[in-house]
Nanobody, 115 residues
């Protein structure tokens, strides 16, 4: 079992930056991949970025070149660096992992981008 706690959300102006963190309650060394999702009001939850244990990354087209996912296995933490934020990035951001055939989600952190 693993618990995920996101932090780092907040209110930021368009063009600004935020860094989200997802802290896991146990080692994430074997968890592959680690994922960030988001859900905007009235929209479906969507995959934003993922990172494998080997460091390979994938991004949604809408965030490519602006967001960077990284992981620090020593700290059991995954990060999402978000730059050049747009109003359409406003959403609740969630960390998600699938391990041991179980699906784990964090509680989410709100990101609001004002235009």
């Amino acid at each position: 079992q693993v618990q995920l706690v996101e932090s780092g959300g907040g209110l930021v102006q368009a063009g600004g930056s935020l860094r989200l963190s997802c802290a896991a309650s146990r080692s994430i060394f074997s968890i592959n991949p680690m994922n960030w999702y988001r859900q905007a009001p009235g929209k479906r939850r969507e995959l934003v970025a993922s990172i494998t244990s080997g460091g390979s990354t994938k991004y949604a087209e809408s965030v490519k070149g602006r967001f960077t996912i990284s992981r620090d296995d020593a700290k059991n933490t995954v990060y999402l660096e978000m730059n050049s934020l747009k109003s359409e990035d406003t959403a609740v951001y969630y960390c998600r992992v699938v391990t041991g055939a179980r699906d784990y989600w964090g509680q989410g952190t709100q990101v609001t981008v004002s235009s």
